[in-house]
């Protein structure tokens, strides 16, 4: 199995950058990792999936050019750096893990998950 720990999240203000990190740990390591959000009262949404092996990356349309998403896989972590952020990005970002496919796009792909870390944008 699979442990993640996401750290970083906090207060910004909007337009500002955050930087999130998802530390990996376990005997066994998944294909790919990926990154979900959570607002108050709305569904979790798929935000970011990288590789592990080739850092194949895809995004949601919504944090396309805005939020990158990174591996080292020495270090068994995994980024999201969030930029030019909007009060709408406000939510609690989950880091997850899995290996059914070659990425994952919905939470059904994804086998681990992480806590989650609170991100919240002031307008």
């Known amino acids: 199995q699979v442990q993640l720990v996401e750290s970083g999240g906090g207060l910004v203000q909007a337009g500002g950058p955050l930087t999130l990190s998802c530390a990996a740990s376990?005997?066994?390591?998944?294909?790919?990792a990926g990154w979900f959000r959570q607002a108050p009262g709305k569904e979790r949404e798929f935000v970011a999936t990288?590789?592990?092996?080739?850092?194949?990356?895809a995004y949601a349309d919504s944090v396309k050019g805005r939020f990158t998403i990174s591996r080292d896989n020495a270090k068994n972590t995994v980024y999201l750096q969030l930029n030019s952020l909007k009060p709408d990005d406000t939510a609690v970002y989950y880091c997850?893990?899995?290996?059914?496919?070659?990425?994952?796009?919905?939470?059904?792909?994804?086998?681990?998950w992480g806590q989650g870390t609170q991100v919240t944008v002031s307008s």
């Open positions: 997850a893990a899995g290996g059914r496919g070659f990425l994952g796009f919905s939470s059904a792909d994804f086998s681990s």
């Open positions: 376990g005997r066994t390591f998944s294909r790919y």
């Open positions: 990288i590789s592990w092996s080739l850092g194949s990356i």
